[in-house]
Nanobody
Framework: QVQLEESGGGLVQPGGSLRLSCAASGSIFSINSMGWYRQGPGQQRELVARSRSGGSTNYADSVKGRFSISRDSAKNTVYLQMNSLKPEDPAVYYC???????????????WGQGTQVVVSS
């Protein structure tokens, strides 16, 4: 089993910054990608940013230029630096990891418990 532990959410003023962290632990052979999703009230969960093991990243159009995803592979940790936060950014942010638990095994998708981001003056 694989566990994802998130941290870093909270309250920030419009235009402010937050940094989210997510550490993966457990039966990990390899992590193929790690990313962040968010879900606002009454909305579907949507991709915010994803980082793949080869180094490629992709972002939702709404966060390009403001958010930055990075990974520390040695620590199985992914970060999301969120700058210039806007009133439309508040949501529960979820970490996701696509993990192989053994060589030649299938890839499984794991989710963190979510961390709340509130943008308010």
């Amino acid at each position: 089993q694989v566990q994802l532990e998130e941290s870093g959410g909270g309250l920030v003023q419009p235009g402010g910054s937050l940094r989210l962290s997510c550490a993966a632990s457990g039966s990990i052979f390899s992590i193929n990608s790690m990313g962040w999703y968010r879900q606002g009230p009454g909305q579907q969960r949507e991709l915010v940013a994803r980082s793949r093991s080869g180094g490629s990243t992709n972002y939702a159009d709404s966060v390009k230029g403001r958010f930055s995803i990075s990974r520390d592979s040695a620590k199985n940790t992914v970060y999301l630096q969120m700058n210039s936060l806007k009133p439309e950014d508040p949501a529960v942010y979820y970490c996701n990891a696509r993990v192989q638990t053994r060589r030649d095994g299938p890839e499984f998708s794991y989710w963190g418990q979510g961390t709340q981001v509130v943008v308010s003056s």
